[in-house]
Protein backbone atom coordinates (compact mmCIF):
# COMPACT_ATOMS: atom_id res chain seq x y z
CA UNK A 1 0.00 0.00 0.00
CA UNK A 2 1.45 3.62 -1.12
CA UNK A 3 2.62 5.45 1.74
CA UNK A 4 0.25 8.34 2.51
CA UNK A 5 1.15 11.53 1.12
CA UNK A 6 1.15 15.30 3.06
CA UNK A 7 1.00 18.70 3.01
CA UNK A 8 2.19 21.00 5.36
CA UNK A 9 -0.05 24.05 6.41
CA UNK A 10 0.11 26.17 9.92
CA UNK A 11 -2.07 28.29 11.66
CA UNK A 12 -2.08 30.41 15.47
CA UNK A 13 -1.15 27.04 17.18
CA UNK A 14 1.70 25.98 14.75
CA UNK A 15 2.03 23.66 11.79
CA UNK A 16 -0.13 20.27 11.11
CA UNK A 17 0.25 17.58 8.23
CA UNK A 18 -2.89 17.60 6.27
CA UNK A 19 -3.58 14.73 3.71
CA UNK A 20 -2.08 16.22 0.24
CA UNK A 21 -5.34 15.19 -1.37
CA UNK A 22 -7.87 16.91 0.95
CA UNK A 23 -9.55 20.00 0.08
CA UNK A 24 -9.92 20.72 3.66
CA UNK A 25 -6.83 22.60 5.74
CA UNK A 26 -4.93 22.88 9.03
CA UNK A 27 -7.86 24.16 11.20
CA UNK A 28 -9.95 21.64 10.12
CA UNK A 29 -7.23 19.08 10.79
CA UNK A 30 -7.19 19.98 14.39
CA UNK A 31 -11.40 19.59 14.34
CA UNK A 32 -10.40 15.98 12.98
CA UNK A 33 -8.15 15.38 15.96
CA UNK A 34 -9.92 17.15 18.94
CA UNK A 35 -13.57 15.57 18.69
CA UNK A 36 -14.42 11.80 18.61
CA UNK A 37 -17.32 12.46 20.38
CA UNK A 38 -20.91 11.58 18.65
CA UNK A 39 -19.03 9.84 15.89
CA UNK A 40 -21.76 11.64 13.46
CA UNK A 41 -19.50 13.53 10.96
CA UNK A 42 -21.15 17.16 9.35
CA UNK A 43 -20.65 15.06 5.57
CA UNK A 44 -23.66 12.97 7.15
CA UNK A 45 -25.97 15.78 6.42
CA UNK A 46 -25.78 17.34 3.01
CA UNK A 47 -28.00 20.01 4.17
CA UNK A 48 -26.14 21.04 6.52
CA UNK A 49 -23.31 21.13 3.70
CA UNK A 50 -25.35 22.79 1.10
CA UNK A 51 -27.05 24.86 3.49
CA UNK A 52 -23.16 26.42 4.77
CA UNK A 53 -22.08 26.81 0.75
CA UNK A 54 -25.48 28.91 0.03
CA UNK A 55 -24.49 30.97 2.97
CA UNK A 56 -20.41 31.83 1.35
CA UNK A 57 -22.03 32.04 -2.07
CA UNK A 58 -24.01 34.59 -0.74
CA UNK A 59 -21.64 36.42 1.33
CA UNK A 60 -19.13 36.06 -1.43
CA UNK A 61 -21.83 37.51 -4.07
CA UNK A 62 -22.09 40.51 -1.18
CA UNK A 63 -18.52 41.18 -1.17
CA UNK A 64 -18.34 41.34 -4.62
CA UNK A 65 -21.13 43.99 -5.42
CA UNK A 66 -19.68 45.81 -2.45
CA UNK A 67 -16.51 45.96 -3.85
CA UNK A 68 -14.41 44.18 -1.37
CA UNK A 69 -13.45 41.49 -3.69
CA UNK A 70 -12.23 41.06 -7.24
CA UNK A 71 -13.97 39.47 -10.32
CA UNK A 72 -11.32 36.84 -10.40
CA UNK A 73 -11.07 35.32 -6.48
CA UNK A 74 -15.29 36.39 -6.21
CA UNK A 75 -15.93 34.04 -9.65
CA UNK A 76 -13.57 31.16 -8.02
CA UNK A 77 -15.13 31.10 -4.71
CA UNK A 78 -18.56 31.48 -6.08
CA UNK A 79 -17.59 28.24 -8.67
CA UNK A 80 -16.27 26.32 -5.87
CA UNK A 81 -19.53 26.90 -3.65
CA UNK A 82 -22.13 26.15 -6.72
CA UNK A 83 -19.98 23.16 -6.53
CA UNK A 84 -20.70 21.98 -3.26
CA UNK A 85 -24.18 22.69 -3.55
CA UNK A 86 -24.11 20.04 -6.24
CA UNK A 87 -23.07 17.39 -4.26
CA UNK A 88 -19.11 17.57 -4.54
CA UNK A 89 -16.18 18.00 -2.01
CA UNK A 90 -19.09 16.54 0.33
CA UNK A 91 -16.45 13.88 1.83
CA UNK A 92 -14.50 16.83 3.00
CA UNK A 93 -16.54 17.74 5.69
CA UNK A 94 -15.33 14.89 8.20
CA UNK A 95 -15.82 16.86 11.60
CA UNK A 96 -17.90 15.46 14.50
CA UNK A 97 -20.94 17.21 14.53
CA UNK A 98 -20.64 17.48 18.52
CA UNK A 99 -17.84 20.09 19.32
CA UNK A 100 -16.30 22.80 21.13
CA UNK A 101 -15.85 26.54 19.88
CA UNK A 102 -19.60 27.35 18.79
CA UNK A 103 -19.50 25.86 15.35
CA UNK A 104 -15.82 27.68 14.07
CA UNK A 105 -14.50 24.24 13.38
CA UNK A 106 -17.65 24.14 11.16
CA UNK A 107 -17.56 27.56 9.57
CA UNK A 108 -13.45 27.25 9.19
CA UNK A 109 -13.80 23.55 7.42
CA UNK A 110 -15.95 25.40 4.92
CA UNK A 111 -14.12 28.17 4.42
CA UNK A 112 -11.11 26.02 3.70
CA UNK A 113 -12.60 23.29 1.20
CA UNK A 114 -14.08 26.33 -0.71
CA UNK A 115 -10.93 28.15 -0.52
CA UNK A 116 -8.77 25.00 -2.13
CA UNK A 117 -11.08 24.49 -4.74
CA UNK A 118 -11.43 28.04 -5.84
CA UNK A 119 -7.21 27.75 -5.84
CA UNK A 120 -7.39 25.08 -8.21
CA UNK A 121 -10.18 26.62 -10.36
CA UNK A 122 -7.12 29.79 -10.67
CA UNK A 123 -5.22 27.41 -11.49
CA UNK A 124 -2.78 27.45 -8.40
CA UNK A 125 -2.16 24.27 -5.86
CA UNK A 126 -4.25 23.38 -2.65
CA UNK A 127 -2.67 25.92 0.22
CA UNK A 128 -1.44 28.48 -2.14
CA UNK A 129 -3.34 30.69 0.30
CA UNK A 130 -1.44 33.89 -0.66
CA UNK A 131 -3.91 33.72 -3.63
CA UNK A 132 -7.10 33.12 -1.92
CA UNK A 133 -7.31 32.90 1.69
CA UNK A 134 -9.96 31.15 3.33
CA UNK A 135 -10.26 33.62 6.41
CA UNK A 136 -9.37 36.56 4.58
CA UNK A 137 -11.28 36.34 1.34
CA UNK A 138 -13.62 32.79 1.98
CA UNK A 139 -15.01 34.71 5.45
CA UNK A 140 -14.61 38.14 4.70
CA UNK A 141 -17.23 40.52 6.23
CA UNK A 142 -18.37 37.54 8.23
CA UNK A 143 -17.77 35.72 11.64
CA UNK A 144 -18.27 32.00 12.84
CA UNK A 145 -21.02 33.72 14.86
CA UNK A 146 -23.18 34.68 11.76
CA UNK A 147 -22.14 31.91 9.17
CA UNK A 148 -23.26 29.22 11.64
CA UNK A 149 -26.09 30.27 12.91
CA UNK A 150 -27.78 31.29 9.53
CA UNK A 151 -26.43 28.05 8.12
CA UNK A 152 -28.48 25.88 10.92
CA UNK A 153 -31.22 27.87 9.84
CA UNK A 154 -31.33 27.23 6.20
CA UNK A 155 -30.32 23.31 6.93
CA UNK A 156 -33.58 23.11 9.28
CA UNK A 157 -35.92 24.56 6.36
CA UNK A 158 -34.40 22.63 4.13
CA UNK A 159 -34.85 19.26 6.22
CA UNK A 160 -38.11 20.53 7.65
CA UNK A 161 -39.42 20.02 3.67
CA UNK A 162 -38.61 16.33 4.01
CA UNK A 163 -40.16 16.06 7.11
CA UNK A 164 -43.19 17.80 6.18
CA UNK A 165 -43.71 15.52 3.23
CA UNK A 166 -43.23 12.45 4.81
CA UNK A 167 -46.10 13.66 7.45
CA UNK A 168 -48.32 14.52 4.33
CA UNK A 169 -47.67 10.85 3.27
CA UNK A 170 -48.62 9.49 6.54
CA UNK A 171 -51.86 11.71 6.62
CA UNK A 172 -52.66 10.01 3.56
CA UNK A 173 -52.59 6.75 4.23
CA UNK A 174 -54.20 7.52 7.42
CA UNK A 175 -57.16 8.87 5.04
CA UNK A 176 -57.17 6.03 3.01
CA UNK A 177 -57.39 3.55 5.81
CA UNK A 178 -60.19 5.94 7.21
CA UNK A 179 -62.25 5.80 3.92
CA UNK A 180 -61.72 2.01 3.78
CA UNK A 181 -63.52 1.34 7.01
CA UNK A 182 -65.52 3.91 7.31
CA UNK A 183 -68.42 1.44 7.80
CA UNK A 184 -66.60 -0.89 10.62
CA UNK A 185 -68.19 -0.70 13.89
CA UNK A 186 -66.08 -0.58 17.05
CA UNK A 187 -66.38 0.25 20.49
CA UNK A 188 -64.91 3.35 21.47
CA UNK A 189 -62.98 3.45 24.85
CA UNK A 190 -62.26 5.92 27.31
CA UNK A 191 -59.66 5.46 30.67
CA UNK A 192 -59.55 1.93 28.61
CA UNK A 193 -63.00 0.99 29.11
CA UNK A 194 -65.83 0.70 26.93
CA UNK A 195 -67.36 4.34 26.42
CA UNK A 196 -69.66 4.23 22.61
CA UNK A 197 -69.50 2.64 19.40
CA UNK A 198 -67.43 4.44 16.65
CA UNK A 199 -66.08 3.41 13.48
CA UNK A 200 -62.53 2.47 12.01
CA UNK A 201 -62.64 4.99 10.03
CA UNK A 202 -63.35 7.44 12.40
CA UNK A 203 -60.81 6.78 14.40
CA UNK A 204 -57.84 6.58 11.61
CA UNK A 205 -59.26 10.58 10.06
CA UNK A 206 -58.96 11.72 13.53
CA UNK A 207 -55.43 10.64 13.35
CA UNK A 208 -55.15 12.18 10.12
CA UNK A 209 -56.53 15.44 11.37
CA UNK A 210 -54.47 15.13 14.21
CA UNK A 211 -51.49 15.27 12.42
CA UNK A 212 -52.57 18.26 9.85
CA UNK A 213 -52.44 20.36 12.63
CA UNK A 214 -48.64 19.33 13.09
CA UNK A 215 -47.87 20.37 9.44
CA UNK A 216 -49.44 23.67 10.39
CA UNK A 217 -47.14 24.55 13.51
CA UNK A 218 -44.03 23.10 11.91
CA UNK A 219 -44.73 25.49 9.44
CA UNK A 220 -45.89 28.42 11.87
CA UNK A 221 -42.38 27.97 13.76
CA UNK A 222 -39.96 27.29 10.82
CA UNK A 223 -40.45 30.76 9.68
CA UNK A 224 -38.56 32.31 12.89
CA UNK A 225 -36.00 30.64 10.81
CA UNK A 226 -36.15 33.13 8.38
CA UNK A 227 -34.86 35.88 10.28
CA UNK A 228 -30.59 35.59 10.55
CA UNK A 229 -27.56 37.40 11.61
CA UNK A 230 -25.63 37.85 8.67
CA UNK A 231 -23.46 40.91 8.84
CA UNK A 232 -23.02 41.08 12.48
CA UNK A 233 -20.00 39.65 12.49
CA UNK A 234 -18.28 38.34 16.03
CA UNK A 235 -21.21 39.68 18.44
CA UNK A 236 -23.42 41.46 16.22
CA UNK A 237 -21.51 45.26 15.69
CA UNK A 238 -20.65 44.83 12.39
CA UNK A 239 -17.41 44.84 12.70
CA UNK A 240 -14.95 44.09 9.75
CA UNK A 241 -18.79 44.33 7.22
CA UNK A 242 -19.19 46.83 4.94
CA UNK A 243 -21.54 49.03 5.25
CA UNK A 244 -24.63 47.11 3.60
CA UNK A 245 -23.85 43.71 4.20
CA UNK A 246 -26.43 42.50 6.09
CA UNK A 247 -29.24 43.62 4.04
CA UNK A 248 -27.65 42.84 0.58
CA UNK A 249 -26.41 39.32 1.94
CA UNK A 250 -30.12 38.27 3.15
CA UNK A 251 -31.57 39.66 -0.17
CA UNK A 252 -28.80 37.35 -1.79
CA UNK A 253 -29.26 33.98 0.09
CA UNK A 254 -33.29 34.85 -0.77
CA UNK A 255 -32.95 34.68 -4.19
CA UNK A 256 -30.17 31.86 -4.05
CA UNK A 257 -32.71 29.56 -2.06
CA UNK A 258 -35.86 30.84 -3.11
CA UNK A 259 -36.67 31.33 0.63
CA UNK A 260 -37.53 34.64 2.16
CA UNK A 261 -34.37 35.71 4.63
CA UNK A 262 -34.59 39.04 6.74
CA UNK A 263 -31.61 40.66 8.56
CA UNK A 264 -32.69 40.36 12.29
CA UNK A 265 -33.54 44.32 13.53
CA UNK A 266 -31.07 44.02 15.87
CA UNK A 267 -28.03 42.22 15.40
CA UNK A 268 -26.38 42.20 19.31
CA UNK A 269 -29.82 40.43 20.44
CA UNK A 270 -29.95 37.81 16.98
CA UNK A 271 -26.09 37.04 17.66
CA UNK A 272 -26.78 34.86 20.94
CA UNK A 273 -30.54 34.38 20.43
CA UNK A 274 -31.61 30.67 20.56
CA UNK A 275 -35.29 31.02 20.71
CA UNK A 276 -36.32 30.30 17.28
CA UNK A 277 -34.37 26.56 17.63
CA UNK A 278 -36.32 26.34 20.88
CA UNK A 279 -39.39 27.17 19.54
CA UNK A 280 -39.01 24.94 16.71
CA UNK A 281 -37.84 22.00 18.29
CA UNK A 282 -40.95 22.52 20.33
CA UNK A 283 -43.07 21.79 17.21
CA UNK A 284 -41.19 18.46 17.03
CA UNK A 285 -41.49 17.34 20.22
CA UNK A 286 -44.96 18.20 19.68
CA UNK A 287 -45.22 16.20 16.97
CA UNK A 288 -43.17 13.41 18.24
CA UNK A 289 -45.84 13.27 21.34
CA UNK A 290 -49.00 12.87 19.26
CA UNK A 291 -47.13 10.11 16.94
CA UNK A 292 -46.05 8.30 19.95
CA UNK A 293 -49.54 8.33 21.47
CA UNK A 294 -51.45 6.82 17.93
CA UNK A 295 -48.30 4.15 17.56
CA UNK A 296 -49.45 3.05 21.57
CA UNK A 297 -53.08 2.93 20.29
CA UNK A 298 -52.16 1.00 17.23
CA UNK A 299 -50.18 -1.41 19.85
CA UNK A 300 -53.63 -1.76 21.81
CA UNK A 301 -55.95 -2.39 19.05
CA UNK A 302 -53.73 -5.16 17.68
CA UNK A 303 -53.19 -6.53 20.96
CA UNK A 304 -53.90 -10.55 21.25
CA UNK A 305 -54.58 -11.82 18.90
CA UNK A 306 -56.56 -14.30 20.95
CA UNK A 307 -56.82 -12.53 24.62
CA UNK A 308 -56.55 -9.07 23.60
CA UNK A 309 -58.29 -6.19 21.52
CA UNK A 310 -57.68 -8.02 18.73
CA UNK A 311 -59.67 -5.28 16.30
CA UNK A 312 -57.36 -4.66 14.14
CA UNK A 313 -54.28 -7.09 12.22
CA UNK A 314 -50.42 -5.06 11.98
CA UNK A 315 -48.45 -6.06 8.85
CA UNK A 316 -45.98 -8.75 10.14
CA UNK A 317 -42.85 -8.12 10.13
CA UNK A 318 -40.59 -10.34 11.81
CA UNK A 319 -40.90 -13.38 14.28
CA UNK A 320 -41.52 -11.86 17.90
CA UNK A 321 -39.62 -14.17 20.21
CA UNK A 322 -36.61 -16.51 20.17
CA UNK A 323 -38.79 -18.70 22.62
CA UNK A 324 -42.19 -18.18 21.97
CA UNK A 325 -43.16 -20.11 18.75
CA UNK A 326 -46.04 -18.02 16.66
CA UNK A 327 -45.49 -14.78 18.83
CA UNK A 328 -45.34 -11.52 16.16
CA UNK A 329 -44.89 -8.16 17.57
CA UNK A 330 -45.68 -4.81 16.75
CA UNK A 331 -41.93 -4.06 15.61
CA UNK A 332 -42.85 -1.05 13.47
CA UNK A 333 -44.89 1.14 15.72
CA UNK A 334 -42.19 0.28 18.95
CA UNK A 335 -39.90 1.49 16.97
CA UNK A 336 -41.57 4.68 16.23
CA UNK A 337 -42.24 4.91 19.81
CA UNK A 338 -39.11 5.27 20.64
CA UNK A 339 -37.81 7.89 17.93
CA UNK A 340 -40.48 10.02 20.00
CA UNK A 341 -38.83 9.23 22.83
CA UNK A 342 -35.45 10.20 21.48
CA UNK A 343 -37.14 13.63 19.83
CA UNK A 344 -38.35 14.43 23.29
CA UNK A 345 -34.82 14.10 25.25
CA UNK A 346 -33.60 16.39 22.52
CA UNK A 347 -35.96 18.77 23.05
CA UNK A 348 -34.38 18.77 26.80
CA UNK A 349 -31.40 19.09 25.21
CA UNK A 350 -31.89 21.96 23.26
CA UNK A 351 -33.93 23.80 26.31
CA UNK A 352 -30.98 23.42 28.24
CA UNK A 353 -28.01 24.18 25.53
CA UNK A 354 -30.44 27.38 25.00
CA UNK A 355 -30.31 28.18 28.64
CA UNK A 356 -26.42 27.83 28.91
CA UNK A 357 -26.28 30.96 26.73
CA UNK A 358 -23.80 33.54 28.15
CA UNK A 359 -23.31 37.47 27.38
CA UNK A 360 -23.14 38.07 23.66
CA UNK A 361 -22.66 34.75 22.44
CA UNK A 362 -24.24 30.96 22.88
CA UNK A 363 -21.45 28.46 22.11
CA UNK A 364 -23.59 25.66 22.63
CA UNK A 365 -24.83 26.10 19.68
CA UNK A 366 -23.34 22.68 18.07
CA UNK A 367 -25.41 20.54 20.75
CA UNK A 368 -28.63 22.33 19.68
CA UNK A 369 -27.58 21.49 15.66
CA UNK A 370 -26.83 17.87 16.23
CA UNK A 371 -29.71 17.06 18.29
CA UNK A 372 -32.18 18.95 15.76
CA UNK A 373 -30.64 17.59 12.97
CA UNK A 374 -30.94 14.19 15.03
CA UNK A 375 -34.92 14.79 15.66
CA UNK A 376 -35.49 15.84 12.06
CA UNK A 377 -33.91 12.87 10.14
CA UNK A 378 -35.18 10.42 12.45
CA UNK A 379 -38.53 11.44 11.96
CA UNK A 380 -38.62 11.49 8.63
CA UNK A 381 -37.43 8.19 8.47
CA UNK A 382 -39.71 6.85 11.29
CA UNK A 383 -42.44 8.46 9.23
CA UNK A 384 -41.61 6.68 6.54
CA UNK A 385 -41.17 3.97 7.80
CA UNK A 386 -44.62 3.71 9.79
CA UNK A 387 -46.37 4.66 6.85
CA UNK A 388 -44.89 1.98 3.88
CA UNK A 389 -44.39 -0.79 6.60
CA UNK A 390 -47.28 -0.55 9.09
CA UNK A 391 -50.32 1.68 8.21
CA UNK A 392 -51.00 0.94 4.77
CA UNK A 393 -50.74 -2.90 5.51
CA UNK A 394 -53.47 -2.74 8.85
CA UNK A 395 -56.67 -5.06 8.14
CA UNK A 396 -59.40 -4.57 10.48
CA UNK A 397 -61.32 -7.87 12.30
CA UNK A 398 -64.66 -6.37 11.74
CA UNK A 399 -67.01 -9.38 13.05
CA UNK A 400 -65.05 -9.31 16.03
CA UNK A 401 -65.21 -5.50 16.79
CA UNK A 402 -69.17 -5.71 15.62
CA UNK A 403 -69.79 -8.26 18.31
CA UNK A 404 -67.32 -6.58 21.04
CA UNK A 405 -70.06 -3.60 20.11
CA UNK A 406 -73.02 -5.76 20.44
CA UNK A 407 -72.32 -7.07 23.48
CA UNK A 408 -71.07 -3.87 25.06
CA UNK A 409 -72.34 -2.19 28.46
CA UNK A 410 -71.60 0.63 26.83
CA UNK A 411 -74.27 1.19 24.20
CA UNK A 412 -76.42 1.74 27.58
CA UNK A 413 -75.72 5.51 26.90
CA UNK A 414 -77.94 5.98 24.07
CA UNK A 415 -80.57 5.87 26.31
CA UNK A 416 -80.01 8.34 28.51
CA UNK A 417 -81.86 10.51 26.52
CA UNK A 418 -84.95 8.13 26.75
CA UNK A 419 -84.79 6.76 30.17
CA UNK A 420 -82.31 8.92 31.88
CA UNK A 421 -78.86 8.80 33.54
CA UNK A 422 -80.36 6.86 36.75
CA UNK A 423 -82.50 4.03 35.28
CA UNK A 424 -79.92 3.50 32.45
CA UNK A 425 -77.13 3.03 35.48
CA UNK A 426 -79.24 0.53 37.06
CA UNK A 427 -79.86 -1.61 33.82
CA UNK A 428 -76.03 -1.17 33.33
CA UNK A 429 -75.30 -2.35 36.70
CA UNK A 430 -77.70 -5.49 36.23
CA UNK A 431 -76.05 -6.31 32.61
CA UNK A 432 -72.75 -6.37 34.56
CA UNK A 433 -73.58 -8.66 37.65
CA UNK A 434 -75.63 -11.00 35.38
CA UNK A 435 -73.94 -11.31 32.02
CA UNK A 436 -76.69 -10.54 30.12
CA UNK A 437 -77.42 -7.83 27.94
CA UNK A 438 -78.57 -4.49 27.47
CA UNK A 439 -80.95 -5.12 24.80
CA UNK A 440 -82.58 -8.24 27.38
CA UNK A 441 -83.14 -6.57 30.17
CA UNK A 442 -84.76 -3.46 28.99
CA UNK A 443 -87.21 -5.12 27.16
CA UNK A 444 -87.92 -7.71 30.24
CA UNK A 445 -88.28 -4.69 32.50
CA UNK A 446 -90.54 -3.07 29.77
CA UNK A 447 -88.63 0.33 29.67
CA UNK A 448 -88.73 0.54 26.00
CA UNK A 449 -90.64 -0.88 23.28
CA UNK A 450 -88.81 -3.47 20.84
CA UNK A 451 -89.38 -0.75 17.80
CA UNK A 452 -88.13 1.85 20.21
CA UNK A 453 -85.14 0.06 21.79
CA UNK A 454 -84.00 -0.78 18.54
CA UNK A 455 -84.23 2.10 16.45
CA UNK A 456 -81.97 3.69 19.83
CA UNK A 457 -79.67 0.90 20.38
CA UNK A 458 -79.12 0.74 16.04
CA UNK A 459 -75.29 1.35 16.47
CA UNK A 460 -75.12 3.52 13.19
CA UNK A 461 -77.39 6.16 15.20
CA UNK A 462 -74.49 6.43 17.69
CA UNK A 463 -72.16 7.64 15.07
CA UNK A 464 -73.25 11.20 15.14
CA UNK A 465 -75.92 13.68 16.58
CA UNK A 466 -79.10 12.90 15.95
CA UNK A 467 -83.29 13.77 16.86
CA UNK A 468 -84.38 11.79 19.61
CA UNK A 469 -87.80 11.99 21.41
CA UNK A 470 -88.66 10.35 25.01
Known amino acids: MSEQKFRVESDLLGELNVPAEAYYG ?3 QRGI ?3 HISRKKIRDYPDYIIAIAYVKLAAVQTNHT ?10 AISQACREIIDGKFHEDFPIDMMQGGAGTSVNMNANEVIANRALEIMGHKKGEYQYCYPNDHCNCGQSTNDVYPTTIRLAIIRMNKALVASLAGLISALRYKGDEYKDALKMGRTQLQDAVPMTIGQEFNAYATNLEEEILNLERNVKLLHEINMGGTAIGTGL ?3 PGFAKLCADNLSKLTGETFVPASDLVEATPDTGAYVSYSSALKRLAVKLSKICNDLRLMA ?3 RCGLHEINLPPKAPGSSIMPGKVNPVIPEVTNQVCFKVIGNDTTISFAAEAGQLELNVMEPVITESLFES ?5 NAIDTL ?3 CILGITVNKEHCYEMVKNSIGIVTA ?3 YLGYKACSKVAKEALDTNRSVYDIILEQGLMTKEKLDEALDPKQMLASHQFMK
Open 240 to 242: NAV
Open 303 to 305: SGP
Open 387 to 389: TEE
Open 26 to 28: VQT
Open 33 to 35: NNY
Open 376 to 380: LWWLH
Open 66 to 75: LGVINDEIAG
Open 415 to 417: LNP
